[in-house]
């Protein structure tokens, strides 16, 4: 089987339905950044703390290699890893890219308490929430080949994500 990669903003859900579709396919679940973390040793909060983002980017893109050479895995990106072409090059040549595209207006909901995403540690959330999705909207079409509603509860995303990648 080839990989599966869910794409998509912070809070659209990539880790829930990541995990649900692992237990009804029986392929491993593989969340990227906590991968990243176990690697390093240290929460996604304390390596941008250390490193700052470039840190972490750096560390994202060597993630990417390192799963790019397996196969059968559903993989949980970051919500920022598939806005960088190398990233979209070096995972979409392993499976197929999932973008859940989930609204403005829900990602505020849902991230609404957040306290470990660093980028959304500012005074104003949701005008950050917009300009990042602003500029990432188009770069997550891009890199995906399937693209769900995901302003659904998660187990009738992961469903339609079956029907489709079945
Ligand atoms: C990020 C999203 C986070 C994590 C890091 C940066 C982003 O992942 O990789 O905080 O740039 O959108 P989730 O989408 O799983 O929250």
Known sequence: ??????????GCGKSTIGRRLSKKTGAEFVDMDKYIEEKAGLTVAEIFEQFGEEGFRK?????????????????????GTLTFRENVDVLGSTGRIV??????????????????????????RNERIRELLTERLPMYNRAASIVVDGNFNSAVVTDFILGIVK
């Open 1 to 10: 089987m080839k990989n599966i990669i869910l794409c998509g903003f912070m």
């Open 59 to 79: 560390m994202e893109r060597e993630a990417c290699r390192e799963l790019a050479e397996k196969s059968g895995l559903i993989i949980a990106a970051g919500g």
């Open 99 to 124: 973008f859940i595209n989930v609204s403005y207006e829900q990602l505020c909901e849902r991230l609404k308490r957040d306290t470990r995403r660093p980028l959304l540690q500012v005074e104003n």
